[in-house]
């Protein structure tokens, strides 16, 4: 729509530069989203599915939500619904789940 209307009020060239920028935002909003919903299951734990684009741009909510997460509790994480997952992030959920894994070894070894 707002091509159009500066195609109606402006000319050509102009219409399409406002239609390229449109299109440029857009794209950047599109790869830009990462949702992240969190499924409790009680006794069987935590489900943290992630969808649409993890990107380092979107990286501190990522980080948000999983230390938002209980410690004490086991948590699964679903990756399947990522359409992008770059290397920021990738390594970012890698250093959180060998961080976790090592808490709860240590946290049973010292009941035990």
């Given at each position: 729509?707002?091509?159009?209307?500066?195609?109606?009020?402006?000319?050509?060239?102009?219409?399409?530069?406002?239609?390229?920028?449109?299109?440029?935002?857009?794209?950047?909003?599109?790869?830009?989203?990462?949702?992240?919903?969190?499924?409790?299951?009680?006794?069987?734990?935590?489900?943290l599915?992630?969808?649409?684009?993890?990107?380092?741009?979107?990286?501190?909510?990522?980080?948000?939500?999983?230390?938002?997460?209980?410690?004490?509790?086991?948590?699964?994480?679903?990756?399947?619904?990522?359409?992008?997952?770059?290397?920021?992030?990738?390594?970012?959920?890698?250093g959180?789940?060998?961080?976790?894994?090592?808490?709860?070894?240590?946290?049973?070894?010292?009941?035990?």
């Open positions: 729509m707002g091509t159009l209307g500066v195609l109606v009020l402006g000319n050509v060239f102009e219409g399409v530069l406002v239609g390229l920028a449109l299109a440029v935002a857009k794209t950047a909003w599109d790869t830009s989203h990462v949702r992240v919903e969190t499924e409790d299951r009680g006794e069987a734990g935590i489900v599915r992630v969808l649409g684009h993890a990107t380092f741009l979107r990286l501190p909510k990522l980080l948000d939500e999983l230390e938002a997460l209980p410690r004490d509790r086991e948590v699964r994480l679903e990756l399947g619904g990522l359409r992008h997952l770059d290397h920021a992030c990738t390594a970012a959920l890698e959180w789940a060998a961080a976790r894994v090592q808490a709860l070894t240590a946290s049973s070894n010292s009941t035990s």
